[in-house]
């Protein structure tokens, strides 16, 4: 299967802290993207980077893409209660790049 | 502009009746998916759309059809609803970039349906 997988399944820290999330992936790809859900709500782009960026930001966003692994992390700096909401990554595949196969995402709480 | 839209917003059913849930967007894009959620897991996409009049099967199509008769329109068909069919269900819509490659999904809100 192509799909990615999100790393930790669930993360609680306080407001100020730094969250960091993990995705791993097992086919090539030409870009993985990252997307927050609030709950009972639907998905929200947050970032997009191309299997030829390694880095990128937006804001507190920070994504970082390593081909060789396979893998990409997201940093959120400074979190706030309003980032409490679960976070998935989605890659599409070299060969078909139509579909999208999204991870079981994190479940990010930040405390105030 | 009001983006990716979702009808219904709920609906109870019972084993073996059917339903249509309607998606609309208005952003003028080639792409339309419909996935499902369910708890504590990531969507899964069921049936996509490259084009008007175009379908294709995604990763959990079966007991599902769909129809892509208008750009701005994709449906989603129950033919006889099963309780394992109780799920989420997300509409999204997607350009293609300049370099050919599907860019930024658009979701809409989500369509609850339980079946009993």
């Known amino acids: 299967s192509q799909q990615g997988e999100e790393d930790p399944q669930a993360l609680s820290i306080q407001e100020g802290e730094n969250a960091t999330m993990n995705c791993s992936y097992k086919?090539?790809?030409?870009?993985l993207q990252w997307y927050r859900q609030n709950s009972g709500r639907g998905l929200v782009h947050l970032i997009l980077?191309?299997?030829?960026?390694r880095e990128k930001h937006s804001g507190r966003l920070r994504v970082t893409l390593d081909t060789s692994k396979k893998s990409s992390s997201l940093l959120i700096t400074a979190s706030r209660a309003a980032d409490t909401a679960s976070y998935f990554c989605?890659?599409?595949?070299?060969?078909?790049?139509?579909?999208?196969?999204f991870g079981s995402g994190t479940k990010l709480n930040v405390k105030p | 502009n009001a983006g990716v839209t979702q009808t219904p917003k709920f609906r109870v059913l019972k084993t073996g009746q059917s339903m249509t849930l309607l998606c609309a967007q208005d952003?003028?894009?080639?792409?339309m998916y419909w996935y499902r959620q369910d708890p504590g897991m990531g969507l899964r996409l069921i049936h996509y759309s490259v084009g008007e009049g175009t379908t294709a099967k995604g990763e959990v199509p079966d007991g599902y059809n769909v129809s892509r008769l208008k750009k701005q329109n994709f449906l989603l068909g129950l033919e006889s609803a099963a309780p394992s069919q109780t799920s989420v269900y997300f509409c999204?819509?997607?350009?293609?970039?300049?370099?050919?490659?599907?860019?930024?999904?658009?979701f809409g809100p989500g369509t609850r349906l339980t079946v009993l």
């Open positions: 999204a819509s997607s350009y293609l970039d300049s370099g050919r490659s599907t860019d930024t999904q658009y």
């Open positions: 980077i191309r299997s030829n960026e």
């Open positions: 989605a890659t599409d595949a070299v060969y078909n790049f139509n579909k999208f196969y």
């Open positions: 086919t090539s790809i030409n870009n």
């Open positions: 952003m003028n894009h080639e792409y």
